[in-house]
């Protein structure tokens, strides 16, 4: 069944629960989010006590199992309420999309016993997560990542030191999934770890000043003598890049949600815009070169949006989508980046002005052809699913 939302968006929920679901969202959203979203933006605000009400809601554990807390919905319905947190301020869906991802490496992976210690608080006690791969010098080649995790005896606790960086709640975050070298260089010498956000010897750095996105704290992560114990090791030995990788063709699909969002909140705004603005004595939306580019910035939207969906529907039928993963967050934050960029155009010298929101849009857009693996990163995964891996 299909239903528009207020903002002209058409949905295709199959269920009454979904349909509930989503006008909960968007309730929350225009209640609590959007109204706030400018100043905590400007004042470089993280809205944690946003993040308790989604958990008291049940948003932050959504795609993950009942049993352990989480809401059993699939992900063509979760991604869309990524869209509508992202679309009220992009800082609240790419949070919810991080905070899933971190669960991803336990909800999968994890032993029964693990699952039940350390789910249900994960996906609904208010806490928050981050993931931890990158490191400085390792982004793109994820694999040549340097924190080390070293076994203290034989079925003793694991010591973990490094640097990670460019890591979404640094310094907030409840609980870290973390990708540490157990073994030689190289992919197979990685394993993943649970660690808390409280563990001594877990420091942040300062948060990173950004461009964009600064109510969302990016920060460094130090690991000094960090002791875990082997109760929180997420599968096997050598297994943790694989995991990550795992993680993250569904994690891109989160970002990919997050830039429709924020694509169809630039759209909107230069639509009101242009119907209301006048010169030459009508409204600029009577000029077809405006028009025309309201109409290609639509296409671009709806493309997006398909192209998450597909994939989203191909992973809840249990087949391969990291294919169209990537395509869809390729396009989509592409696509956001020059959606964004015509809204400022739309609007003019206004559109420039931090009097409307255009202009903080724009500066958003840009972190997402970045995050989740770059654009580049995703060209290169469509293209091995094509034509192989390249020659050596």
Known sequence: MAESTPDGVERRLATDEARELLALVREIARREIAPHAAEEEAAGRFPRELFALLSRSGLLGLPYDPAHGGG????EVYLQVLEELAAARLTVGLGVSVHTLSCHALAGYGTDAQRAAHLPAMLGGG????????????????AALRTRAVRE????D???DGTKAWITHGGIADFCTVMARTGGPGARGISAFLVPGDAPGLTAAPPERKMGMKGSPTAQLHFDGVRVSDARRLGREGQGFAIALDALD???LGIAACAVGLAQAALDEAV???RERRQFGRPIADFQG???????MATRVEAGRALYLEAARRRDEGRPFGRHAAMAKLFSTDAAMQVTTDAVQVLGGYGYTAD???ERYLREAKMLQIVEGTNQIQRVVIARHLVGPESR
């Open 153 to 156: 005896g034989g079925d003793g």
């Open 72 to 75: 059993g919905q699939p992900y």
């Open 356 to 358: 409307f929101p255009v």
């Open 158 to 160: 694991w010591v973990i």
């Open 127 to 142: 806490l928050l997560g981050a993931y931890c791969l990158s490191e400085p010098s390792a982004g793109s080649d994820a």
């Open 290 to 296: 405006l028009r025309f580019l309201l109409a290609d």
């Open 272 to 274: 009101a815009y242009a």
């Open 250 to 252: 569904s994690g891109r």
